[in-house]
């Protein structure tokens, strides 16, 4: 009897203490969450100032969307850009690289739903529901084609999916860095988007991210201005990753495959710039890339990394004649590190053939 006494005076005790540990750690991350959500809060008002957009609104669905429309008006060639997925600031980001072509050409910029300076829709991000938005976008600012299409990343799909339904509106496409239905044939939803993406929402919201200094970008190859800057850094504390920008991850790889089992456009005009960090003399500006291509290098004297690097890219296009694949040094979003090169390739491009 004494022993199940001591064994039941240990076990209040440690419910007890346990009960006290939690209360407390439970306290603790409410006020955590508060202080970081309030330093948050506070340093949107501060920013708000860098947050006017440089284009239009106009309303798509009931809900606004940021579209610009700059360079040559009466220019016979229309550029339209088209983001990838998880970017708040090309809306800034693009800038340089406008500054480059904007004399010879008209420059138009849509951002989809929930990203940059447009709203959530809080709609599903259907690859259809996101073509007829930005068709609608662009109806509304009265702007008309065709069009150049110049996708970055995962607005490839778009792409793919617009020359399918209206080939008429797309004269070329310049890709950078585009993705394409065979690249997600062996991913499945939940492997591209898992619970961790769900979780970053809030995390975003409170202003967890602050914390984590990588999110935002740097300026070290002096492409961009400091207000520049500023509002890059601006954009990504509001906007960095909204319901919408969830939600089109989610939708990603059915997505995907819809537009796979339409067959590639076989008339479409494409010509594909890749990144390459590999090669020089990018390869030399970024420590990391220099360390981790030496040590390959190193363990593998006899593979050509360089090449290997988009070589899957180059193999996959190998048998589409009407695409052409090219690679420039730099990292992944290019138009933030050589403006000016990529710009050389687009207007070769366009004069090579699409006015000739």
């Known amino acids: 009897m004494e022993n199940k006494s001591k064994l039941k005076q240990f076990l209040h005790k440690f419910f007890k203490i346990f009960i006290i540990f939690m209360i407390a750690t439970a306290v603790i991350n409410i006020i955590l969450f508060a202080v970081i959500y309030g330093n948050h809060k506070s340093k949107l008002k501060d920013e708000e100032a860098y947050l006017n957009a440089p284009g239009r609104y106009v309303e798509v669905n009931g809900h606004v969307m940021h579209i610009m429309v700059e360079g040559n008006e009466e220019a016979e060639i229309t550029l339209l850009f088209l983001h990838s997925a998880d970017v708040a600031d090309d809306s800034v980001a693009l800038q340089p690289l406008f500054k480059e072509l904007k004399e010879d ?10 990203v940059g300076f447009s709203d959530n829709s809080g709609s599903g991000r259907d690859i259809d529901n996101m073509l007829e938005e930005t ?4 109806v509304k600012a009265e702007v008309k084609g065709p069009f150049v299409m110049v996708p970055v990343g995962t607005a490839g799909l778009e792409v793919l999916n617009w020359a399918h339904k209206y080939p008429e509106e797309i004269q070329g496409v310049f890709g950078i860095n585009i993705t394409y239905p065979a690249q997600y044939e062996n991913i499945t939803t939940e492997m591209y988007c898992g619970f961790f993406d769900y979780l970053m929402v809030p995390f975003y919201k409170i202003g967890g991210h602050r914390l984590l200094g990588d999110v935002y970008p740097n300026n070290k190859y002096g492409v961009y201005t400091e207000t520049q800057m500023q509002i890059r850094k601006a954009l990504i504390s509001k906007n960095g990753f909204t319901e919408d920008m969830y939600c089109e991850n989610l939708a990603m790889v059915d997505n995907a495959n819809k537009v796979g089992a339409l067959g590639w456009p076989k008339e479409l005009d494409m010509y594909l710039v890749y990144a390459n960090p590999l090669m020089e003399p990018y390869r030399n500006t970024d420590d990391m890339v ?3 291509y ?8 006899d593979v050509d990394f360089v090449s ?3 070589n899957s890219i180059r193999e996959y296009f190998k048998d589409k004649p009407q695409v052409v694949v090219d690679e420039m040094a730099g990292p992944a979003r290019i138009y933030t590190y050589d403006p000016k090169g990529l710009a050389d390739k687009i207007n070769s491009y366009i004069e090579g053939q699409i006015l000739q």
């Open 308 to 310: 290997e690097y988009n």
């Open 294 to 301: 030496e040590d390959a290098v190193k363990n593998n004297p």
């Open 105 to 114: 050409y008209k420059i138009v910029f849509v951002e989809r739903s929930g």
């Open 135 to 138: 068709r609608q976008a662009l």
């Open 290 to 292: 220099k360390e981790s």
